[in-house]
Structures are given as structure tokens and as C-alpha cells.
């Protein structure tokens, strides 16, 4: 038995951020049933697919979940998605909120009807002068100070490389989600949850950057290790590099001991954490001139014999044969009738020992009319939402 076995939601989100939120959910255990527009998810079309509508975007966060492709703009539609709300203890949507009541969603009318629901608003920014403007991650990363600290290792404001708010909030969605589930098992009533891009990010990238009692954004701090401009990098090895990280009072005893140098361990400079932070750039790069020297395998092997925390840098591509990874069976292989073997990276979390399994993404609509038929519709209700375009189920292959 899985975590969160037995809890039902409704994801009407589409994209990265609401997706991702309830693949989390999915894999513990929930029951997700995706309710998808006509076309599907945008994601379902977007970059390499080995099936139509089934690209590798959507594969990455929608996998054990299921699909109801329902026309919304249709009355008949609206009221069979009614029908299923009310099977359901989550509803989430990643609309902007102006966007709900022409659809009979709005939080007060649901939540009225269904008082154990909770209801999950994914949102780019939480009611004030921002409420309601459209959101994608690259506005996001843009606002909220991302593009920023950018700007200061690198002096060209860029994004990260990756959809780093839409996956950040895409987690904050998901455990704010449990903890109303949590308070609906103390209190029996449902919640109204709003996750917002927006300020989620603006405490993520903030993080460390309180000094003394006061804000200060990292530029005007000399000495923040963790952010400082030209630092934040891996060491540079003779041959390559190397992601190490000594840290405390003993790994730079040890670090210098090892180079044949051991009084910079008792300059006053770097003897304690405080003195080390405010001269962090002398530092490393008294440091990167020692690292360079040797070989990333001897600094690896080094490190491991001292236990400072280190490892390769890894490319992307050799996650893949990594050793651990495949230890553990990181990656799991699902067999599916038309795509063959997927290989999508596994579930991290365990529980009781046991790492949750993964299943296929749905195709659009593929359950539909099980679903339906399951929140009380006859067969004869839903043929005809099908024959007007109202429900959408996979087209048979000729
Ligand atoms: C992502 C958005 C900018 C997309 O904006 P829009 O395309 O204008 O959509 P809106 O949310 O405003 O409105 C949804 C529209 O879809 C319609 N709609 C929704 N579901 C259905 C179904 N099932 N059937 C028919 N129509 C539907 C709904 O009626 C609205 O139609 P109309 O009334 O006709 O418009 C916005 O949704 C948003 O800011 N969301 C909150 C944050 C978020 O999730 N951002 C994306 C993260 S992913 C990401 O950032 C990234 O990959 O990058």
C-alpha cells in the first residue's frame, strides 16, 4: 500500500508547474485523473515525441496518472466534470482565476457544494497587484531575482538551463496540497490552497540571502560564500573537474595538510567559518591553485580518504550509467503495447524501504468513459458527450 492510496484528484493544470505537482501525488499513490481540453495538454505536442501526443515533455510529469478529455466550453461537458468532483477529494487547476467562473470552478461554488474538498489554486501570483497576469517559468525566473543571480556569476542575466521555477513550485504545490489533506484528516473539513509562482520563488532564491537581521540582496555583501560571483563553480582540475566542497574547520585542515601546506589552516584568515566568509575569495583561490595541480581522480580519491565532500562532474547523458543510479534501479523501464520500453528516471523517496513503482502517462481521453461511467453516467449519456465533442476518447487505429 502506497502513502496516499485511496485520495482521488482532479488536475485541470497543464504545463510543467500543476503536472508536476500532481505527479508527485501520483507517485505516492493518489489516484490522478488528468481532465485535459480537447487537444490535450500543450505539453502533449511539445518537442520529441515517439508517438503523436505523446512527447517527451508530458512523458516527464504526467506518468501514473489518468486522462478525461473534456470540452469545457461545453455546458454538457461542464456538468459531467461537475459529476466527477464530486467522486473527487483534491481539485486543482493552473488557470488564472478569471478564467474559473465561466467554467462553474470559482473556489466559493465548489467548495460550498463539496465542503470535504480541498481545492489547490496553482497560481503565478497570489491576489494583489500582479493577480491574473499570465505566468511560464521564464517570467518567473525573470522577476524573481533568478536571472539575477545569473547575472552576477556570469555578467549576462540569463535563466537556468532548466524550468527551475515551474519544477520548484511544481514540489511547493505538491506538500502544500498534503498538509491541507493533513488538516482535512484532523478537521474533516476541506481547505482552499493557493500556490504561487511568483512569491514561492522569491523565498526560494532568498534563501540565504538574510544578513544579520537584514535583507540584503547578495550583490552588496562582500564575502557570501554560497553566491559570490565568480565562485560559484566547480573546481577546475588538470584534466577536467571537479564538484568539491570542503566546508568546515576540519576539511580545510585536512585540505591543507594534504597540499604540503598546513599553516594556511591556522592563518587567521581562514581558521573558523566566520573568518573564512569574509575572505572566501582569497580562499579560493589559494585553494583552486593547489586543486588544479592534481588530477580530478586523485582529488576524488583524496577527498573520499579524507571525507571531504566531493564527486564528478556529471553530463547529463552519463546519468544514465551511473553506478549508484543503476544500483538502485534509478530508472525504471515500463513496457507499453505501442512505445515499447520507456525508461523514466524513478520515483527517489522510499518508503518503508521501498521506492514507489512508476506506470505509463495516459493517451488523451483514455479514460474517459471508464471514469464517467464511474461517477454515474450511463453508457448512452456519455456516447452522446462523445458524438457531440463534448467528451473526447481515443480514436480507434485503423
Ligand atoms: C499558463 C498560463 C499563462 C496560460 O494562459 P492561457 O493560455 O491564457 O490560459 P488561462 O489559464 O488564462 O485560461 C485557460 C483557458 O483554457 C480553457 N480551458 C481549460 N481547460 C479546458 C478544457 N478542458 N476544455 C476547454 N477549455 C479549457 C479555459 O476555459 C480558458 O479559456 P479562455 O477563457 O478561452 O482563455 C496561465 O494559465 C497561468 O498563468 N497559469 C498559472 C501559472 C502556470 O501554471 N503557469 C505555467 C507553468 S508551465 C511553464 O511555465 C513553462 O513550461 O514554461
Redesign the pocket.
Known amino acids: 500500500m502506497r502513502p496516499l492510496q485511496g485520495v482521488r484528484v482532479l488536475d ?7 503536472p508536476l505537482a500532481s505527479q508527485v501525488l501520483a507517485d505516492y499513490g493518489a489516484e490522478v485523473v488528468k ?4 487537444k490535450g495538454d500543450s ?1 502533449r505536442h ?1 518537442g520529441p515525441a515517439a508517438e503523436p501526443g505523446m512527447a517527451a515533455m508530458f512523458l516527464g510529469s504526467n506518468r501514473s496518472k489518468k486522462s478525461v ?6 455546458p454538457a ?1 461542464q456538468k459531467a ?1 461537475q459529476a466527477l468532483i464530486g467522486t473527487a477529494d483534491v481539485f486543482m ?4 482565476p ?2 474559473l467562473a ?2 462553474g470552478l470559482a473556489p466559493e461554488a465548489l467548495r460550498a457544494r463539496h465542503p470535504r474538498l480541498v481545492y489547490a489554486s ?3 501570483f497570489l491576489p494583489g497587484p500582479y493577480a ?9 525566473q525573470g522577476m524573481s531575482g533568478l536571472a539575477d543571480l545569473m547575472d552576477q556569476q556570469s555578467g549576462e542575466a540569463r535563466y537556468l538551463p532548466t ?1 527551475a ?2 519544477k520548484t ?1 511544481g514540489h511547493v504545490a505538491a506538500h502544500a496540497i498534503l498538509a491541507a489533506l493533513w488538516q482535512r484528516e484532523r478537521t474533516g473539513q476541506g481547505a482552499f490552497v493557493e500556490v504561487p ?1 511568483f512569491e514561492s520563488m522569491v523565498g526560494f532564491n532568498l534563501v540565504e540571502h538574510f544578513y544579520g537581521q537584514h535583507f540584503e540582496p547578495p550583490r552588496s555583501v562582500p564575502g557570501y560564500p554560497r553566491v559570490l560571483a565568480p565562485w560559484r563553480r566547480p573546481y577546475r582540475t588538470s584534466d577536467g573537474l571537479v564538484a568539491m566542497m570542503p566546508y568546515t574547520d576540519l576539511h580545510w585542515q585536512r585540505f591543507f595538510a594534504e597540499v604540503g601546506a598546513p599553516q594556511h589552516a591556522s592563518d587567521p584568515r581562514f581558521t573558523d567559518i566566520a573568518a573564512r566568509t569574509a575572505h572566501i575569495a582569497e580562499l579560493l583561490e589559494l585553494a583552486s591553485g593547489y586543486v588544479v595541480r592534481q588530477t580530478t581522480a586523485h582529488w576524488l580519491a583524496a577527498c573520499e580518504r579524507l571525507e571531504i565532500p566531493a564527486a564528478p562532474v556529471a553530463r547529463l547523458d552519463e546519468l544514465r550509467s551511473d553506478e549508484h543510479l543503476a544500483a538502485i534501479g534509478f530508472f525504471e523501464e515500463v513496457q507499453d503495447p505501442a512505445m515499447g520500453t520507456v525508461r523514466f528516471p524513478g520515483v527517489g523517496v522510499r518508503f518503508d524501504g521501498r521506492r514507489p513503482p512508476v506506470a505509463m502517462p495516459p493517451r488523451l481521453g483514455e479514460h474517459t468513459r471508464a471514469l464517467l461511467a464511474e461517477a454515474g453516467l450511463d453508457a448512452p449519456q456519455i456516447q452522446a458527450l462523445v458524438d457531440q465533442g463534448a467528451a473526447i476518447v481515443p480514436q480507434p487505429k485503423n
Not at 485541470?12 to 500543476?18: H, T
Not at 487547476?93 to 488564472?96: F, L, P, Q, V
Request: aromatic fraction near 4%; include cysteine.
Open positions: 485541470l493544470s497543464s504545463v510543467i508547474f500543476g481532465i485535459e481540453p480537447p505539453t511539445t478529455a473534456l470540452d469545457l466550453k461545453q461537458a466534470l487547476h493552473s488557470m488564472r478569471q478564467k465561466g467554467l496553482l497560481l503565478g491574473g497576469r499570465p505566468a511560464y517559468d521564464d517570467v518567473i524550468i521555477a515551474d513550485c509562482m
